[in-house]
């Protein structure tokens, strides 16, 4: 039960800090560039792009042979939830001004590394992006924040041939975001290549057995 709230915890926390980098108006994260190019292009909001993103994402990874586990299937759908929810919500302002935005930026990148670590070190299985980032990293041997960054400047370069908006926000974002996972990982002594993640059908025998005994 504890790694489940971790898990969804996790995932709360990635969604704030995804929502703290837009109203950071300086520019959309990478992964907001290409999920506010696809809203933008389809009508749908920015919540419901990203799941659509993570579905397609959850394809790939599962054909580079990583394990799809509960954790992935909640990040899949959760974040998207989430992030409607804190906009609808409006509890976070939008920046109106520069140094107010970086301050933003760099507060929601903090976020979103620390969300990163919740919930992947429950081994619930990685969600889409980090598990396509775990799996570049598993077959390239690069550090895992150069892996990140690569993940981060694909999608950016994707979102914006959508016309999603790129700004001053987008680069520091590329910059820092593998270099913040990266630490905040080495902070908590966390290897994420150690991590065995379990399969769906894993954690279901697990809560069948956990009911028996119960």
Same mark, same amino acid.
């Given at each position: 039960?504890?790694?489940?709230?971790?898990? !969804?915890?996790?995932?709360?926390?990635?969604?704030?800090?995804?929502?703290?980098?837009?109203?950071? +108006?300086?520019?959309?994260?990478? @992964? &907001?560039?290409?999920?506010?190019?696809?809203?933008?292009?389809?009508? *749908?909001?920015?919540?419901?792009?990203?799941?659509?993103?993570?579905?397609?994402?959850?394809?790939?990874?599962?054909?580079?042979?990583?394990?799809?586990?509960?954790?992935?299937? *909640? +990040?899949?759908?959760?974040?998207?939830?989430?992030? &409607?929810?804190?906009? @609808?919500? +409006?509890?976070?302002?939008? %920046?109106?001004?520069?140094?107010?935005? *970086?301050?933003?930026?760099?507060?929601?990148?903090?976020?979103?590394?620390?969300?990163?670590?919740?919930?992947?070190?429950? %081994?619930?299985?990685?969600?889409?992006? &980090?598990?396509?980032?775990? %799996?570049?990293?598993?077959?390239?041997?690069?550090?895992?924040?150069?892996?990140?960054?690569?993940?981060?400047?694909? %999608?950016?370069?994707?979102? @914006?041939?959508?016309?999603?908006? !790129?700004?001053?926000?987008? !680069?520091?974002?590329?910059?820092?975001?593998?270099?913040?996972?990266?630490? !905040?990982?080495?902070?908590?002594?966390? &290897?994420?290549?150690?991590?065995?993640?379990?399969?769906?059908?894993?954690?279901?025998?697990?809560?069948?057995?956990?009911?028996?005994?119960?």
């Amino acid at each position: 039960m504890i790694r489940f709230f971790s898990l !969804v915890f996790g995932l709360f926390l990635f969604a704030v800090g995804i929502v703290l980098t837009i109203r950071a +108006n300086i520019g959309y994260a990478p @992964w &907001d560039v290409f999920h506010v190019g696809l809203a933008t292009t389809t009508g *749908l909001s920015i919540g419901v792009a990203g799941i659509i993103t993570s579905l397609a994402i959850g394809t790939i990874i599962v054909l580079l042979g990583e394990k799809i586990g509960l954790g992935t299937l *909640l +990040n899949i759908f959760l974040i998207g939830i989430f992030i &409607d929810l804190i906009i @609808w919500l +409006n509890i976070i302002p939008t %920046a109106n001004s520069f140094g107010f935005g *970086l301050l933003m930026l760099c507060i929601g990148i903090i976020i979103i590394s620390i969300g990163s670590y919740f919930y992947i070190k429950t %081994a619930f299985g990685a969600g889409p992006r &980090d598990g396509l980032m775990i %799996a570049i990293n598993r077959r390239t041997k690069l550090p895992v924040g150069v892996c990140r960054g690569f993940v981060e400047l694909m %999608a950016t370069i994707s979102g @914006w041939f959508l016309g999603g908006m !790129v700004g001053v926000g987008t !680069v520091i974002f590329v910059i820092l975001i593998g270099f913040c996972v990266q630490a !905040v990982f080495a902070i908590f002594k966390f &290897d994420v290549k150690a991590v065995q993640h379990e399969t769906l059908g894993h954690t279901y025998q697990t809560v069948k057995k956990a009911l028996r005994k119960s």
